[in-house]
């Protein structure tokens, strides 16, 4: 037979004394005859006669006594004021609003660089803190900064010709993915909705060891601008051309860039039609360098091709040398639940550093280069172009109108 509810409150009342005053054995008992008489659930019991009657405080002058579950709010004093806060929402910023586990990979080499070139002027204990801040803090102290858009993209590739079926389908065995120099490629074009008529392109390509990346804008996606750019993108990389692997599109399925692989020995292999996945690194760099910084305007003139050119020029020091980036290591599939495990975020520029196939004397011309880089000065001149660019295409629209 089970107490009634006005029993049980005067047997915990009885208890309680009791069973705070007992040894270990001694609770044990007391709390199996607890069980059995009131029904409680175990632990819920044991916890009903460790708190009956105790006095606790929620305010500087209210004190509730019996079974509550409020406590009083601790008050710490806070590491992360509003000064580290104002400095890590700039370095956000700056590093164009990155996630938290890359910015804080980012933030023990970009600090002393900015206060350095006098870009950050704050306190030493304001820049220790921000050190020693942890990416899940991050996240919490820039939740009311976070801003997310979702924008769509468009295909505009056309398949290739029957050349494609001599060019094979990518495999695990065709390339080293810790290797330098095993590029994916793309063209992202840039048609503002209307696909009628030519525009410029961005042919993008991506090392999949280091995720070093370069980009440049073509006037349309003519076989031989697209070439014409590949060849010079090669010249800006840190290491040799390895490995290609595009599309299905006629811009890269054809006899020039067949020939070129061939004398170069450049192994050149191609992802399954409509499998965008295959090309996922490149795809990648495609919303987070190309979109994210030209967005999905209409650019079709020579000129806005040019200030095209001119920020992927800036983009190239600003995203190689100092926004971290992480690789996947694993991926486990646990029935439907899928769990990732990536690598420590670092640049590309750290990675082409840590790499032992790249050659030392390449490596100290690129610690001397990076060693003049100024990040905010990067980003400045980024934003100035984006808006020179926007200018160009609203003066376009408008001819258009009047016309």
Same mark, same amino acid.
């Given at each position: ?95 164009? *609003?990155?996630?938290?586990?890359? /910015?804080?990979?980012? #933030? &023990?080499?970009? @600090?002393?660089? +900015? ?111 697209? *070439?014409?750019?590949?060849?010079? /993108?090669?010249?800006? #990389? &840190?290491?040799? @051309?390895?490995? +290609? ?159």
């Amino acid at each position: 037979m089970r107490f009634t509810m006005k029993e049980r409150k005067a047997v915990t009342k009885l208890l309680c004394d009791q069973y705070r005053k007992s040894d270990k054995s001694g609770k044990m008992q007391i709390l199996n005859q607890f069980v059995e008489a009131t029904g409680y659930n175990r632990h819920y019991a044991a916890w009903l006669l460790r708190q009956h009657g105790r006095r606790v405080r929620i305010g500087p002058q209210v004190a509730v006594q019996g079974d509550v579950r409020l406590r009083a709010r601790r008050h710490h004093a806070r590491k992360y004021d509003d000064e580290v806060l104002q400095a890590l929402k700039k370095l956000w910023e700056l590093l164009d *609003f990155i996630s938290s586990r890359r /910015l804080h990979a980012a #933030l &023990p080499e970009v @600090i002393p660089r +900015l206060v350095a070139f006098r870009e950050l002027r704050i306190k030493k204990s304001v820049q220790k803190r921000l050190l020693e801040v942890s990416p899940a803090t991050i996240d919490r102290m820039l939740k009311q900064e976070r801003k997310k858009y979702t924008l769509k993209g468009r295909a505009t590739t056309k398949p290739g010709t029957l050349l494609k079926h001599q060019i094979p389908i990518r495999t695990f065995s065709d390339w080293d993915n810790e290797e330098p120099g095993f590029l994916e490629m793309d063209l992202v074009g840039h048609d503002g909705g209307r696909v009628e008529g030519d525009y410029c392109f961005t042919l993008d390509i991506t090392d999949v060891a280091t995720g070093w990346s370069e980009q440049a804008a073509v006037q349309n996606k003519a076989q031989k601008w697209v *070439f014409e750019a590949l060849v010079d /993108l090669g010249k800006r #990389l &840190p290491f040799a @051309i390895r490995g +290609l692997d595009s599309d299905n599109g006629g811009e890269f399925i054809n006899n020039h860039m067949v020939a070129y692989c061939s004398e170069q020995h450049i192994t050149f292999t191609r992802s399954r039609p409509y499998r965008k996945n295959d090309s996922c690194y490149v795809e990648q760099k495609n919303w987070s360098i190309v979109r994210r910084h030209v967005g999905y305007a209409r650019y079709e003139t020579p000129e806005q091709c040019r200030l095209l050119n001119e920020l992927y020029r800036i983009l190239h020091d600003y995203n190689n040398f100092f926004m971290p980036s992480m690789k996947l290591v694993e991926k486990i599939r646990n029935g439907t639940k899928v769990t990732k495990h990536y690598d420590t975020p670092k640049t590309p520029y750290t990675r082409v550093l840590q790499s032992n196939k790249i050659p030392k004397a390449v490596k100290d011309k690129l610690r001397r280069y990076y060693d003049k880089l100024n990040p905010a000065e990067l980003k400045r001149r980024i934003e100035k172009l984006q808006k020179m660019l926007a200018r160009q295409v609203a003066e376009n629209r408008k001819r258009k109108a009047v016309a």
